[in-house]
């Protein structure tokens, strides 16, 4: 593609199947909202939804509610809805508590299924640039078992065949990384920890909702994800997390709360596990946050994966090829893989002052955003994201790196939360 014009991105807008959903959500007028692998944009219906929660449901039900508005069931009714995203069937998947928890609950679970068959595994292996805090639930959780077990990382997948030898229990990695937008092939690295007896463990945060996933196809074993990021739940929204239906009652989790037991309300002083899924639920729910993650799903069921896929590659393809003719002669490198078969749903560059060109983009309402050293994220929801769209944050990107704008003092200034 050579160089398109505004006007080819916005032919490509009115000839786009999906065009339409982007009325769904509420986005401030005049803003490229590049952002939505961190924190997803509002489905219009969420604010309707968390009014009936609080006024009605809350207000007028009190207790009631638990049965007369389904609350108790939230998190198996969200799981079924979520579960063709993901590649999983009715009856296994739960949104419930944050990926850090979820991961702590599985990592827990795969380890104890170890122990059982092959106690000297006790290993987790799993990539020195994946999430932070995949790694440190990961370690606290080999801290506290205390038993050798410990965590190893590598540098890069290519080590990933030698790492994994005879003492590994779990292979732990994120399918689409969070700085590079790198996929992984689940399929290919599922199939090579089982055949070093490892059990597979996927975090989904950068892939639900945006790359199609099949867990029972492609053979993992344990999956935690978001649910604020591609499948705007809302701030802070409640997680998900699945197990392979024949690993679900092998063992319970040490999270054992009252919302695991077989029954909650025989209130037995001695913990029984539930049947399936439901034994990776721990306490009581966040409800008001977990119903906004219904809003965010409805939406996803007026369209389907392999619709969005192809849109977001195309975003990610026009966004590279509009990068490159525009400010190629700026010091910005593709950071993320050209190749489809490689790349998530974000499209990153590096620049030596990533920070403070992200800092005066923002500033002129292109929200994407930056990780260190040096790279500016920028993430591509196909649901509402616009062609155009990509054309107007690479103009702004130009015109900041032309001018020299990013070099003001008040861009360098680094806040908490960037
Ligand atoms: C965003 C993200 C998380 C977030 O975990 P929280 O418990 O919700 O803070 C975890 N893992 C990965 C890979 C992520 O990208």
């Known amino acids: 593609m050579n160089d398109p014009t505004r006007e080819h991105c916005a032919s490509l807008d009115r000839e786009d199947p999906l065009a339409a959903l982007r009325e769904r959500f509420a986005l401030p007028e005049g803003l490229v909202y590049l952002d939505g692998n961190s924190l997803g944009a509002r489905p219009r219906s969420a604010a309707a939804r968390a009014a009936q929660v609080v006024a009605e449901e809350w207000g007028e039900g009190l207790i009631r509610s638990w049965n007369d508005a389904g609350w108790f069931g939230l998190p198996q009714r969200l799981g079924d809805r979520l579960a063709p995203l993901v590649g999983a069937g009715p009856g296994e998947l739960l949104v419930t508590d944050t990926t850090s928890v979820n991961l702590f609950k599985v990592l827990a679970a795969a380890l104890r299924v170890q122990a059982a068959r092959e106690p000297a595994r006790r290993v987790i292996v799993s990539e020195a640039s994946n999430f932070p805090t995949d790694l440190y639930i990961a370690q606290g959780l080999a801290d506290l078992l205390q038993r050798g077990h410990e965590l190893r990382l590598v540098d890069s997948p290519r080590q990933l065949p030698d790492a994994l030898g005879a003492d590994t229990a779990v292979l732990l990695l994120t399918h689409v990384n969070y700085r590079s937008g790198e996929m992984h092939d689940m399929r290919a690295l599922s199939a090579l920890a089982h055949e070093r007896g490892a059990l597979a463990v996927w975090d ?7 790359v199609p996933v099949d867990l029972r196809g492609d053979g993992a074993d344990y999956a935690v994800g978001c649910t604020y990021k591609y499948l705007n739940g809302g701030p802070g929204a409640p997680a998900f997390l699945w197990v392979a239906p024949a690993l679900r009652e092998a063992f319970w989790q040490p999270l054992s709360g ?18 399936g899924v439901d034994r990776f639920l721990c306490g009581t729910q966040a409800i008001t946050s977990l119903a906004l993650v219904e809003c965010g799903l409805e939406v996803f069921e007026q369209t389907d994966i392999a619709a969005l896929r192809a849109k977001s590659l195309r975003l990610g393809d026009l966004f590279i090829a509009l990068v490159e003719a525009r400010c190629g002669h700026h010091p910005v490198r593709l950071v993320t893989p050209r190749e489809h078969a490689r790349r998530g749903s974000q499209v990153c560059f590096s620049h030596p002052e990533g920070y403070a060109v992200m800092q005066a983009l923002i500033e002129r309402g292109v929200i994407g955003d930056f990780r260190a050293p040096d790279i500016m994220r920028f993430g591509f929801a196909p649901l509402y994201n616009r062609f155009t769209d990509a054309w107007d944050a690479v103009e702004a990107l130009r015109e900041v790196l032309d001018s020299g704008a990013w070099r003001d003092a008040r861009f360098q200034r680094r806040g908490t939360v960037t």
């Not at 989904?204 to 945006?210: K, T």
């Not at 009252?258 to 049947?275: L, T, V």
């Open 204 to 210: 989904l945060a950068h892939s639900a909702g945006a």
């Open 258 to 275: 009252w919302w695991g037991h077989a029954e909650p309300f025989a209130m037995e002083s001695g913990y029984r596990p539930a049947g």
